[in-house]
């Protein structure tokens, strides 16, 4: 018989091993590679007064920025010395004429896009699809480096997926 000491020296080196173990098996090969949540989104109506919010309010930092024409702008915040996940400001209109989504001002205040990050955009998609995801954008290649495509939850919410670096052959 083990003692109440040979015990918990048994669970203590042997529990974690048992753990990783279960997560394995019910994994299942149901992993698609998301990485971790790099962007969050926030609609906004007015990008200098929500950057000015959420700089002098909040005490993020602007940790990106770029322009795409239109007045429209690539506009990132984080909390100060985090560059590894940010909020997008997103102004509270369509991105481009096929933007998937509509009614962008209702969108104000009442909802966010997250933006996932993945190894192989494209690989997510074969995967993901033939789970029945639902995407509203195939992958793009932007211009900016990264492939990107967006996706619907089953109540319709929008998330992107994202990957950098070598892409999976067209």
Known sequence: MIGRKGFLTFAVVFAPMLLVAVAASQ??????????????????????????????VLGFEKTEEGAFGDGKRWLVVAPRGRKDVGIILEIAKPISLDDPITDYENRVGKETRWVFEVEDCRKFYDLASKRGVKFVENPVDEVWGSTEAMFQDLYGNIFVVESHGPKTPR
């Open 27 to 56: 994994s299942g090969g149901r992993d698609l590679g998301i990485v971790r949540l790099r962007y969050a989104t926030i609609v906004v109506r007015d990008y200098d007064k929500a950057l000015n919010w959420y700089t002098e």
